[in-house]
C-alpha cells in the first residue's frame, strides 16, 4: 500500500532554489567550454594536432560505442595521462549536466505528483522559481548540444580513462546516451514535458495578468503615466497601490523566454486563447532570445526548424504563424524598441531630479525605481544581443544602424543615477520600511491570520503552516526604528525562505490551507517579502533590476558605444557610466566557475582603466584647444601688433590718404561681439565640451571595480599635468637643426594665457590646480623633467643662449654688441638679415626685458642652471688661457719686473706670442660675464618685485655680515652668504658659480675643454705641474701688456650711444676684476687687491707708451682714446681699485680727452 504524498517532505522550496542556483552555474561552465573549444588557441594542443586526426574520425563514427582496443586508438596511449589531465573538467561538466537533469526530471515530476498550483501574483517565488527552472533547464540543453566536440572529447576522455584505469569510466554509457538524446534537444524535450504540461500551461497562464501590462508600446506607457510621480501629485506621499508588487519589477526579458521556451514544449496548448496572446506577443517582442550571455537563438527560425520536424495536419499553420510573426518583429521591434528607449531616457531622468530633490520619497515611491531600472535594463539587453546578431538578409533587410541609439549613455547615466541615490540614501529607505513593516504590514497580518482561524471552511490550521505564519507575524512586529539609529545589521533571509516553504505547502492539493483561497494573504505576504528586500537587501535588489554585467560579454559594443558617446558632445557627460558598468562585471561571475574570475575580473580593469584615460585625453584635448586660442588671442594683444594701428593713426592727420587695397585688419576683442545668442562659436563649442566632460569626471569620487578603487580625477590630473608639461615646451618652438626659439617674453605671455585657462578649471571640476602648477612649473626649472625625462624651457633656453647667441656674438666680431647702456646685446649689422638669421635679432631676445621675461619662466633654479652652464664655459677659456701663459712664461716672468723699462718692454714684447689669442679669449669670457650680469639683474628686478621682503632680508643679510679676519666669520660669508645672495641674483665682488668652477677645473686638469682650437695634449700635463698662483699672476701681466694692440683695431672704437667698444672688448673690464678675483681667491693668499694693481700699473704703463708711439705708427694708435677708456671701465668695474690709484699711475687729463673724442666722434657719425 503507497503512502500518501506528504508535501512538507517534498523540500520544493529548497530543491528549486538550489537546483535554480546549480542550474546557472552549470550554465556558465558549458558556456565557457564551448568558447574555449571554438577557439583553436585555447583547445587542448592534441584536440588541434593533424596527427590525431583519423583517432577522431573513428570516435565521431563509432560514439558512443567505442572499442578502446582498436589499433586506431592506440596512439591514444602515449598521452593518456595528458588527455585525462586536460579533459577532465570538460568531461564531469557534461556528467553534472546529467546529474543536473536527473534531479530537475524528479523535481518535476514530484511538482506533478503534488499538483501544485502556480500563480505568478499569489505564490510568485514558487512560480518564478519553477519557470526558471525550465528555461534554465532548456537553455542548458540547447547550449550542450550547439558545443562542438563534445562527442570527441567524451569519447577521447574515456578511452585514455580506460587505458590508465583498465575500465571504462562508469558514467559514460549514460553521458553518451544523454548526448545522443539532446543532439535535437527539442524533441526529446517536448517529449519529456508532456506529463507536466498541465502545471507549466497553468504558471504561464498566471503571466497574462502582468506580461501584456509590462509590454506597452512607448506612447502607451506615457498616456498611463507610467513611471511618472507627478502623473497623480496628490498621491505623491502613497505607496504604489499594487497587489503584485514583486511583479512589477519582473524582468520582461525572463518571462518572455518562459513564454516562448514553455510554448515550445508545450505546443499543442497554443490553440487557447491566452497563450496564443502570449506566444504572439513575445515572438513580435524581437527575433533573438538569450540562452547565457552572449550567446543567442534565432528563434524563430530554431521553431520552424522544429515544427516542420513534427508530424501532424497543425503544424503546417504554426510554421506559416512563426514566420508571420518573425515578420512583424524584424518590421517594427526595432521602432517599438528605439521608441521606449527614448521614453525611459525622459522619465529616468524626471525620477532622478526628484529623488535627488526630494529623497524623502524613495520611501513610499521606491518601487518606482525598480520598475524603472528593470524596464530600462531590458531595453539595453534587448539592443544588445540584436545588435550584435543581424537576421540572414534573405528574411528581411536590416543594417546595424537600425540598432545604433547614440543617446543610449544618457539612459545608462540615468540608471546609474537612481541606484547611486537608493545606496546614499540606504538609511532612509531602511528607516521608513522598518516602520512600515511594525506598523502596518504586522498588523494586517495578524488581522489576516486571525481571519483565517475564523473561516468555517477551515476546521484548523495545519501546525506547519501556523508556525510559520505566527514566526513571520512576530519577527516583523518585533522591529523598531532604534535598530536603524544603532546601525543594527538586519537579516531576513529567513523571513523570506519560510515564506517561500508556506507557498510550497498551501499550492499542493489536498493541502490543509490553501493558498489560493486566502489571496489577500499571500499577496500581502509578497508585499512584507519586498519591504524586507529594502531594508536588507537593498544592493542585491538593485543588482536584480539594474545588472549590466552583459556588457562584459559585448565588449565591442561596449567599445563602440563609449566612442560614439566621447564623438557627441551632447552626451560627453555621461560618459562616466561606462567605467562604472565595469564595476557590475563581477556579478556575471559565479562560484561554480571560479577560474573565470581572473579573466573577467582583468577585463574590467583593462577597461576601465581604458575609459578613463580617453576621457581624460579628451578634456585635455579641448583644454589644449581653448588654450591655443586663447594663446593666439593673447599674442595680439603683444605689443609689437600695435604698430599698424598706430601707423594708420598717424595717417588720418594727412591729407591726402591712399585707399587701403587689402581687407580691414579685424581688431582684438572683435571676437567676443555678437549680435544674438544664437550665434555658436568654436570657442563656445569648446568650453560646452569641457563643462560636460569636466561634469562626467567630477560625478564619483571612487569607482569601485573588484577590490580596487578607481578616483577619475586623479586619472585627469595625471593626464593634464603631463599635457601641461609638454605645451609649455611645445610653446618654446625650438628647432634645434635651424636654432629657431621664441621670445622668452612671448612664451611667458603665452605660458599665463595657459595658466588662466587652466584656473577656470577650478570652476567645472574639483582639482587644486595651484598643486599642478606646483608639480609642473618646477619641473622646467631643472635641467630635465621628472615625467619622461625630456628636456626642459631650462635646458632649451640655456643650450640656445650659450650655443648658438653668444657663439654668434663671438664668432661675428662687430655684429653684436653688449651694450650697458642699453642693457642689452645689440645687433649692429645694416643690411637686411638674411632668412636663417631673422630670428637672430640680438636685442629681440637677449635684453633685460626678454631675460625678466626668461628669469620669470624658469625661476632661480633656471637662471642658477644657466649660470652653472654659462661659468664652465668661462672655465675652459681660463684653462686654454693658462695654457698661452706657460707657452710663454719666461717673457712674462721678465716683463712682469722690467715694466719700468721702456725699451726692455718693448724687446720681450716682440717675443710675446698669442697675444690676439688671449685678448680673444678674455673677450669671450667678458661677454659671458656680461651675459650673465645682465640675466642676474633680470632675476633681482624678477624676484623684488615678487618676494620683495624675502629679498630685503637677503639684502640686509649679505650687506652686515661683518667681514672679519677671523676664518670663522670669512668662510661662512663667502660660502654662505655669497651663495644665497647670487641665488637671488644679488651682485657679488666675486661670482661664487665661477669660483666653483675654476675650482672644479682645477680638481679635474683632464678634462677635455670645448675648444676647436686646441692642437696637444702634451700641455694638459705641464698645466698640473705648474704653480697655479704664478699662472694667475702671469695672466694678469700677459693681459696687462697686450691691452694696447687693441687700439690697431678697426673693431676697437668705442661708440657712445652703446657705451662700448664694436669689437665687445669693453667687457673685458667685467672679465679682468672677476677671473682675478676667483683666481687669487682659490690659488692665492686673498692679494686680490694688490695683484689687480700690479695688473693697473702693468696696464697703464703699457698705454703711456702707445701714447709716445703716436707719430712712428698712426695704425698703432687709431683707436688709443677708445682703449684709455677701457682702463677706466676696469677701475669702475673693479671693488678692489680706486680712481685715486688710477690717477697715480695714469693721468686723468688723457681720460677726460679721450671721453671728449670718443663721445664728438660718435655725434658726428650720428
Request: charged share 25%; proline share 4%; with cysteine.
Amino acid at each position: 500500500m503507497s503512502r500518501a504524498m506528504v508535501p512538507s517532505q517534498q523540500k520544493l522550496a529548497e530543491k528549486l532554489t538550489i537546483l535554480n542556483d546549480r542550474g546557472r552555474g552549470i550554465l556558465t561552465r558549458i558556456y565557457n567550454i564551448k568558447k574555449m573549444l571554438e577557439n583553436p588557441q585555447n583547445k587542448p594542443t592534441f584536440l588541434t594536432e593533424k596527427a590525431y586526426e583519423p583517432v577522431y574520425r573513428y570516435l565521431l563514427q563509432r560514439f558512443p560505442h567505442v572499442d578502446s582496443k582498436s589499433s586506431t586508438l592506440q596512439v591514444i596511449n602515449n598521452i593518456k595521462q595528458d588527455v585525462v589531465t586536460s579533459l577532465s573538467v570538460y568531461y564531469f561538466t557534461f556528467v553534472d549536466i546529467m546529474d543536473f537533469k536527473d534531479h530537475v526530471v524528479d523535481l518535476l515530476t514530484t511538482i506533478d505528483a503534488c499538483q501544485v498550483h502556480m500563480d505568478v501574483t499569489l505564490n510568485y517565488d514558487l512560480t518564478v522559481n519553477y519557470l526558471n527552472l525550465i528555461s534554465t533547464y532548456v537553455s542548458l540543453m540547447i547550449l550542450m548540444s550547439r558545443v562542438e566536440d563534445r562527442r570527441v572529447v567524451l569519447s577521447l576522455y574515456n578511452v585514455a580513462y580506460e587505458y590508465l584505469n583498465a575500465s571504462s569510466d562508469p558514467s559514460f554509457p549514460r553521458l553518451g546516451q544523454m548526448v545522443i538524446d539532446y543532439d535535437v534537444p527539442l524533441k526529446k524535450l517536448s517529449e519529456e514535458f508532456v506529463p507536466h504540461s498541465r502545471v507549466v500551461v497553468l504558471a504561464l497562464m498566471s503571466l497574462h495578468k502582468i506580461y501584456p501590462k509590462r509590454n506597452l508600446p512607448a506612447d502607451q506607457m506615457r498616456a498611463t503615466g507610467m513611471l511618472s510621480l507627478l502623473a497623480e501629485p496628490l498621491k505623491i506621499m502613497n505607496v504604489p497601490n499594487t497587489d503584485m508588487v514583486q511583479c512589477e519589477y519582473l524582468s520582461v526579458d525572463a518571462m518572455e523566454k518562459w513564454i516562448i521556451f514553455s510554448l515550445i514544449l508545450c505546443h499543442q496548448y497554443l490553440q487557447e486563447a491566452q497563450l496564443w496572446d502570449l506566444w504572439k506577443t513575445a515572438l513580435q517582442s524581437g527575433y533573438i532570445v538569450q540562452l547565457c550571455r552572449d550567446e543567442v537563438l534565432h528563434i524563430h527560425s530554431y521553431i520552424n526548424t522544429f515544427f516542420e520536424s513534427l508530424k501532424g495536419h497543425n503544424m503546417s499553420k504554426r510554421v506559416t504563424e512563426v514566420k508571420d510573426l518573425q515578420h512583424q518583429a524584424l518590421l517594427s521591434s526595432p521602432g517599438i524598441h528605439r521608441e521606449r528607449r527614448k521614453f525611459l531616457r525622459s522619465a529616468l531622468k524626471e525620477l532622478a531630479l526628484i529623488f535627488t530633490d526630494q529623497p524623502g520619497l524613495l520611501g513610499p515611491k521606491g518601487l518606482y525605481i525598480f520598475q524603472a531600472l528593470a524596464v530600462a535594463r531590458d531595453e539595453i539587453h534587448w539592443l544588445l544581443r540584436h545588435f550584435d546578431n543581424l537576421p540572414p538578409k534573405k528574411n528581411f533587410k536590416l543594417s546595424q544602424e537600425d540598432f545604433v541609439d547614440r543617446q543610449l549613455p544618457e539612459l545608462l547615466f540615468n540608471m546609474e543615477e537612481l541606484k547611486s541615490l537608493l545606496r546614499k540614501y540606504n538609511q532612509v529607505v531602511q528607516r521608513y520600511f522598518v516602520q512600515y513593516l511594525a506598523g502596518y504590514d504586522s498588523v494586517l497580518l495578524n488581522s489576516l491570520i486571525q481571519e483565517i482561524t475564523k473561516d468555517p471552511n477551515l476546521a484548523h490550521c495545519p501546525e506547519d503552516e501556523s508556525v510559520i505564519l505566527s514566526s513571520l507575524c512576530r519577527t516583523i512586529a518585533g522591529l523598531s526604528i532604534k535598530q536603524v539609529e544603532a546601525n543594527e545589521v538586519f537579516d531576513f533571509r529567513g523571513v523570506r525562505l519560510d515564506w517561500f516553504r508556506l507557498q510550497a505547502y498551501t499550492s499542493v492539493s489536498r493541502a490543509g490551507l490553501v493558498l489560493k483561497d486566502h489571496q489577500d494573504l499571500g499577496k500581502h505576504l509578497n508585499m512584507i517579502v519586498f519591504h524586507t528586500k529594502l531594508v536588507d537587501y537593498l544592493d542585491e535588489l538593485i543588482n536584480e533590476t539594474g545588472d549590466l554585467s552583459i556588457y562584459c560579454f559585448y565588449s565591442q559594443i561596449f567599445e563602440h558605444q563609449f566612442k560614439q558617446c566621447m564623438g557627441f558632445s551632447a552626451q560627453h557627460r555621461f560618459s562616466i557610466v561606462f567605467p562604472i558598468i565595469c564595476g557590475h562585471f563581477m556579478n556575471a561571475t559565479h562560484e561554480l566557475c571560479p577560474e573565470e574570475r581572473r579573466s573577467i575580473r582583468n577585463t574590467s580593469f583593462q577597461y576601465a582603466k581604458w575609459f578613463l584615460q580617453e576621457m581624460s585625453d579628451k578634456i585635455n584635448q579641448v583644454i589644449t584647444d581653448i588654450c591655443e586660442e586663447q594663446c593666439m588671442l593673447n599674442y595680439k594683444l603683444l605689443p609689437k601688433h600695435s604698430a599698424a594701428s598706430i601707423l594708420k593713426s598717424s595717417n588720418k592727420h594727412k591729407k591726402k590718404q591712399k585707399k587701403h587695397a587689402g581687407p580691414e585688419e579685424e581688431k582684438p576683442g572683435t571676437e567676443n561681439t555678437r549680435k544674438n545668442c544664437e550665434n555658436f562659436t568654436g570657442m563656445d563649442e569648446l568650453h560646452m565640451a569641457l563643462t560636460e566632460l569636466c561634469y562626467a569626471i567630477n560625478y564619483c569620487n571612487v569607482i569601485q571595480v573588484w577590490e580596487h578603487g578607481f578616483v577619475p580625477r586623479e586619472f585627469f590630473i595625471q593626464h593634464l599635468e603631463t599635457r601641461f608639461n609638454k605645451a609649455l615646451v611645445g610653446k618654446m618652438m625650438y628647432n634645434p637643426e635651424t636654432c629657431e626659439i621664441a621670445k622668452p617674453s612671448e612664451l611667458l605671455s603665452s605660458v599665463k594665457a595657459i595658466m588662466s585657462v587652466l584656473q577656470g578649471l577650478e570652476n567645472y571640476v574639483q582639482i587644486d590646480i595651484a598643486w599642478v602648477f606646483n608639480s609642473v612649473l618646477p619641473q622646467q626649472m631643472q635641467a630635465t623633467d621628472s615625467f619622461n625625462g625630456e628636456t626642459t624651457i631650462t635646458a632649451n633656453y640655456t643650450n640656445w643662449y650659450l650655443e648658438v647667441l653668444l657663439k654668434r656674438v663671438t664668432v661675428n666680431v662687430g655684429q653684436i654688441v653688449y651694450s650697458p647702456n642699453h642693457k642689452a646685446f645689440v645687433a649692429m649689422t645694416t643690411d637686411n638679415y638674411s632668412k636663417e638669421n631673422l630670428f637672430l635679432a640680438a636685442e629681440e631676445r637677449a635684453d633685460l626685458t626678454e631675460l625678466r621675461a626668461l628669469a620669470e619662466l624658469i625661476g632661480p633654479y633656471g637662471m642658477r642652471y644657466l649660470g652653472e652652464q654659462l661659468m664652465g664655459h668661462v672655465a675652459s677659456q681660463v684653462e686654454e688661457l693658462k695654457k698661452l701663459v706657460i707657452q710663454n712664461k719666461e717673457v712674462l716672468f721678465n716683463m712682469r719686473t722690467s715694466f719700468d723699462k721702456p725699451e726692455a718692454m718693448r724687446d720681450l714684447f716682440r717675443r710675446l706670442g698669442n697675444v690676439d689669442s688671449v685678448l680673444m679669449r678674455m673677450t669671450i669670457i667678458g661677454i659671458l660675464l656680461s651675459f650673465r650680469s645682465l640675466s642676474q639683474d633680470a632675476l633681482l628686478d624678477v624676484l623684488e618685485d615678487r618676494i620683495p621682503f624675502l629679498m630685503a632680508s637677503v639684502q640686509d643679510m649679505q650687506h652686515f655680515v661683518p667681514n672679519m679676519k677671523d676664518t670663522k666669520y670669512s668662510y661662512m660669508k663667502q660660502q654662505v652668504v655669497n651663495e644665497m645672495a647670487s641665488a637671488a641674483g644679488l651682485s657679488c665682488d666675486i661670482d661664487p658659480l665661477l669660483i666653483s668652477a675654476l675650482r672644479s677645473q682645477k680638481n679635474e686638469p683632464s678634462k677635455e675643454y670645448k675648444d676647436s682650437e686646441r692642437k696637444s695634449t702634451s700641455s694638459d700635463t705641464e698645466v698640473a705641474n705648474e704653480s697655479d698662483y704664478e699662472l694667475a699672476c702671469l695672466l694678469m701681466v700677459f693681459v696687462a701688456v697686450s691691452i694696447p694692440t687693441l687700439a690697431k683695431k678697426e673693431a676697437s672704437v668705442f661708440k657712445a650711444s652703446l657705451e662700448g667698444n664694436l669689437s665687445n672688448c669693453h667687457c673685458l673690464a667685467k672679465a679682468v676684476n672677476q677671473i682675478a678675483g676667483a683666481l687669487f681667491t682659490i690659488h692665492g693668499p686673498g692679494d686680490v687687491s694688490d695683484r689687480l694693481q700690479e695688473f693697473l700699473a702693468l696696464a697703464s704703463s703699457s698705454l703711456l707708451r702707445l701714447g709716445q708711439s703716436q707719430e712712428h705708427d698712426k695704425e698703432t694708435v687709431k683707436n688709443r682714446e677708445s682703449v684709455y677708456i677701457l682702463l677706466d671701465l676696469i677701475v669702475q668695474e673693479s671693488p678692489y681699485l680706486t680712481m685715486d690709484l688710477l690717477e697715480s699711475c695714469f693721468p686723468y687729463a688723457l681720460l677726460r680727452n679721450a671721453y671728449h673724442t670718443v663721445y664728438k666722434a660718435s655725434a658726428m657719425d650720428s
